[in-house]
């Protein structure tokens, strides 16, 4: 009866393995995203990413004054 026993404690092992993360990601997404581009609303981390942004998505823009 010992390959019983071990396939039991392998299905559970498993069982605990493959378990979905606990929480969701959205929360620390939302807090880390806190600048937003007014043209197509894409969210970015901070004004030097907009910056960029303004230079490869809509470069004949001018980028919004950077608020410190």
Do not use: F, W
């Not at 581009?37 to 960029?52: F, R, S, T």
């Amino acid at each position: 009866m010992t390959r019983g026993k071990q396939k039991i404690e392998a299905q559970r092992r498993n069982a605990e393995k493959n378990q979905k993360p606990k929480g969701s990601q959205l929360e620390a997404r939302a807090v880390a995203l806190k600048v937003s581009c007014p043209i197509c609303k894409v969210q970015l981390a901070n004004e030097k990413q907009l910056g960029d942004h303004y230079g490869s998505k809509h470069p004949k823009e001018i980028p919004p004054a950077v608020s410190s």
